[in-house]
């Protein structure tokens, strides 16, 4: 086929998907391979459809981070988090400090607290069950955004328990959605090399159902920038798109960008940089029109910086996610200005490019 060939053929799977078609994985592995300025017409046609599927309007959450402890018994890759015994910079905070800052979150006025930590050897299911219960209890009202298939899996593994056990017990003191992380890429020979230690796809999929199933709504997340192929993150969108028909339980996509700077497989020479540019808008774009079951694709500022979110923006994102008070994830694999964005600047991005900035609550209605 000639280059005026592709052309059509590129444009017509676009309007196609811009018009609401479901797009095959075949058409997105396509997608992911462009290199050339058919980019901007992928994002293009994907910041139409978020325009039919979701609006004009940016959406933020007002939120914070508890992080409880950085101690954690897996050692994953990619994390520049986690810290080991006798490590230097281990926190742990203990029922004083977690209560005092839920207060404190509180009178910041966020609506979301939002906590996941490393696998603390002496958790068990009644640790994540009391921090979630002490949480509510200091912070009344405000929305729980805890756990995430890892965590539920181990608190379940230590506590002899089944996880939709202990998924139940966890919805009984107070979570009320739940993060769809340690996702990574569900393909498990990059799992196996990115985190051995981890979850297996069938088991982050199972666990994701059983929430959803529980009325336990969760997001979706993919890493990508290190060590996958194009193809794996097809399949990861995959599954995704296939729980999302059965279940309708996330509430949004969120793309994480590789931060490569401080991890073991950046260090040993068995990642790459992170992702590009081209990459980072790919990932938005494409993921805009491949998940035609999503209304909230969220760009995060935390991993990108501001001017890429803005222009993932452009390319098909409506969310901006949490303002972010004491984020320690990102900015221990070497991330900087992660620890809070003014929604003042999330207005000005918004209203630069003629949107328009509103504030939402986790479950995206109007704050
Ligand atoms: S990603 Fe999570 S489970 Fe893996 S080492 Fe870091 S804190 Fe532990």
Redesign the pocket.
Known sequence: MDGAGMDTDLQTLLSDAAGGHRISEADALRLFGIRDRDLWKIAAAADEKRENVVGNAVTYVRNQNINVT?L?????G??G??KKPGDEGIYFHDRQAIEEKSRLAKSRGVSEICT????HPAFTAQSYIDVYRWICEAAPGVHLHAGNP?EVAYAARQSSMSTKEVLSQMKAAGLASMCGT?AEILVDPIREKI?P??ISTEEWIRIIREAHHLGIPTTATIMYGHCESDADRVRHLAILRQIQDETLGFTEFVPLSFVHMNTPIYRAGLARAGATGREDGLMVAVSRLFLDNFRNIQVSWVKEGIKMAQLGLLAGANDLGGTMYEES?SKGAGATNTDYLDPAEMQRVAEDIGRSLCRRTTLYKKA
């Open positions: 950085n954690c018994v897996n050692a994953c990619f994390c988090f986690s996941v930590s490393g696998l890892m340690a985190c230690q981890k994830i």
